[in-house]
């Protein structure tokens, strides 16, 4: 499959970025905010929809999506739609400045960690690394037509992802997004880790060969 951008309706919500990484995340994060509830909803059926409809998408194994924050798109929908095969689990905060993860049911124990977001209440030896994904959806604050991320400024997800810089998926990386989070460029870094799709509720974005 030739690489592709497909992000039809979007000219109105471009955002000419600011000269820095701070102002455009900062930028985006409010338009993200702006969203009314009942388009949340919407978007978060569209997203579910395109996420489970990538040519990668795996039929057994573990998946990693996130506890939606500050405006991110919600993932109950994709969760809830999920083949049978497929175990969810949650980011886990570790000691060493990396993320685990954890197999996770709607209804299982929550505790919130020490940026106040939910995540399951495990023992550390419950939870997975990264590499044992077949496949992370990874919020972001925006991104661009290239496939480039802006996270939150935190690195979380760049350093527990740093071995993909030099090793193919698996586990396939894929960002979830509202499409007015789209902006024209997304100021990179060396330790940035380029995804392999991202996903909004309008369209769909795949690099390269992603077959």
Do not use: K
């Amino acid at each position: 499959m030739e690489a592709f951008s497909f992000f039809p309706h979007l000219d109105a919500h471009r955002v000419n970025p600011p000269p820095d990484r701070a102002s455009l995340r900062a930028a985006l994060r409010e338009r993200r905010r702006a969203l009314g509830a009942a388009q949340r909803i919407v978007a978060a059926e569209a997203l579910a929809d395109r996420l489970l409809a990538l040519p990668f998408f795996p039929r057994s194994g573990c998946v990693a999506g996130y506890w939606a924050v500050d405006g991110e798109i919600g993932l109950h929908a994709f969760q809830l739609r999920l083949p049978a095969g497929i175990r969810y689990c949650l980011p886990v905060l570790h000691p060493d400045g990396r993320l685990r993860f954890a197999p996770w049911r709607t209804g299982a124990p929550l505790v919130e960690n020490r940026y106040g977001i939910p995540e399951p209440d495990v023992a550390p030896g419950d939870t997975l690394a990264a590499a044992e994904m077949a496949l992370l959806v990874v919020p972001l604050t925006g991104f661009d037509a290239d496939g480039n991320r802006l996270g939150m400024g935190g690195g979380w997800y760049d350093r527990s992802l740093a071995f993909r810089r030099t090793q193919a998926p698996p586990p396939w990386l894929v960002g979830a997004a509202f499409a007015t989070q789209r902006t024209e460029t997304v100021p990179t870094e060396a330790w940035d880790v380029r995804l392999d799709a991202i996903c909004s509720e309008t369209g769909t974005w795949l690099a390269g060969d992603a077959t």
